[in-house]
């Protein structure tokens, strides 16, 4: 095991985690624009206003993608436990 194949693998892990945290995070990002700006522009500065709609979108969206998430993170579990051979020698 060299060099290039543990940064290869790094590289392969920080993709997958980006994948699968990317809709979560840019969903709240979104949801949290709207809401500033929806309390900008009314000037309600409740702080549980920007809280619950964020955590709502997460949960829809996580409810939505979670099966592909889910196959995303058992296809590369499995690809990594059936080539443990070569990873350990």
């Known amino acids: 095991m060299d060099g290039n194949f543990i940064v290869g693998l790094a590289q392969q892990v920080i993709i997958l985690v980006l994948e699968i945290t ?15 700006i929806f309390q900008a522009t009314t000037q309600i500065q409740e702080q549980t206003l920007s809280f619950i709609p964020k955590i709502a979108v997460v949960i829809v969206v ?8 889910l ?16 990873y350990v020698s």
Do not use: C, E, R, Y
């Open 71 to 86: 196959s995303l993170l058992t296809d590369f579990t499995a690809h990594i436990l059936g080539n443990l051979q070569q």
């Open 62 to 69: 996580l409810l939505l993608s979670g099966p592909w998430m």
């Open 22 to 36: 990317g809709p979560l995070l840019l969903a709240g990002l979104v949801v949290g624009l709207l809401v500033s």
